[in-house]
């Protein structure tokens, strides 16, 4: 089975500064992973996801992740965040190719971004 | 139609009382999912229906839960006898084999009172 963790619950920042928000992950097969952004009121929306090829995935708004399989983690950064950026993020994971397709989500990191 | 359709939006019950939950899929998405979000909790896994197979069921809480999807497309998750604890975002979501990665709806806000 999968699991994920989300190392920060809630993460401050100011507007234009850098951010990373850490995810782990644990699973004995190969995985599949994905970021989804949670806007306030609003359903989840896809940030980014890895399936292969490139550790360096780039996804909308900005963002990127990078994939280390050593270190299991699947860390999402922004280089200058903007105050519309405020809002939760998920990170999921599944088994990878011929898997189940059920998502593990992790508890969601809060990003505020203050002026 | 275009994205994932849930209804209701909001729904407040009295506990004791049975909802059922809505969700209308992405059309041509064989795969489709039930999460239960509370505060502070993330996403639960509820159940999981692809194609013709046999659901998972195996994030169902209790057995007052239960779901069906007809005809591979609609799909309505039935709570019986509802208590207060089972207050919570109700957030569905379709994919298939293609996009690897899910589509979610805006959720239904359940309130027990």
């Known amino acids: 089975a999968q699991s994920v963790t989300q190392l920060d619950s809630q993460v401050p920042v100011f507007e234009e500064a850098p951010v990373e928000l850490r995810c782990n992950y644990s699973s004995s097969v190969s995985v599949y992973l994905f970021w989804y952004v949670q806007y306030p009121n609003q359903g989840l929306q896809l940030l980014l996801k890895?399936?292969?090829?490139?550790?360096l995935v780039k996804g909308i708004n900005g963002f990127e992740a990078e994939f280390n399989k050593s270190q299991t983690s699947f860390h999402l950064r922004k280089p200058s965040v903007h105050i519309s950026d405020t809002a939760e993020y998920f990170c999921?994971?599944?088994?990878?190719?011929?898997?189940?397709?059920?998502?593990?989500f992790g508890k969601g990191t809060k990003l505020t971004v203050n002026p | 139609g275009a994205g994932v359709s849930q209804s209701p939006s909001n729904k407040v019950t009295e506990k004791g009382k049975d909802v059922e939950l809505r969700c209308d899929p992405i059309s041509g998405h064989t795969a489709l999912y039930w999460y239960r979000q509370s505060l502070g909790q993330g996403l639960e896994f509820l159940i999981y229906?692809?194609?013709?197979?046999?659901?998972?069921k195996s994030g169902l809480p209790s057995d007052r839960f239960s779901a069906e999807r007809t005809g591979g497309s609609v799909s309505t998750l039935t709570i019986q006898r509802t208590q207060q604890e089972d207050s919570a975002v109700y957030l569905c979501a379709s994919s298939n084999r293609v996009i690897h990665g899910y589509t979610f709806g805006s959720g239904t806000r359940l309130t027990v009172v």
């Open positions: 229906f692809q194609g013709n197979s046999a659901p998972d």
């Open positions: 890895y399936l292969s090829g490139s550790t």
């Open positions: 999921a994971v599944r088994p990878g190719r011929g898997g189940s397709e059920k998502l593990v």
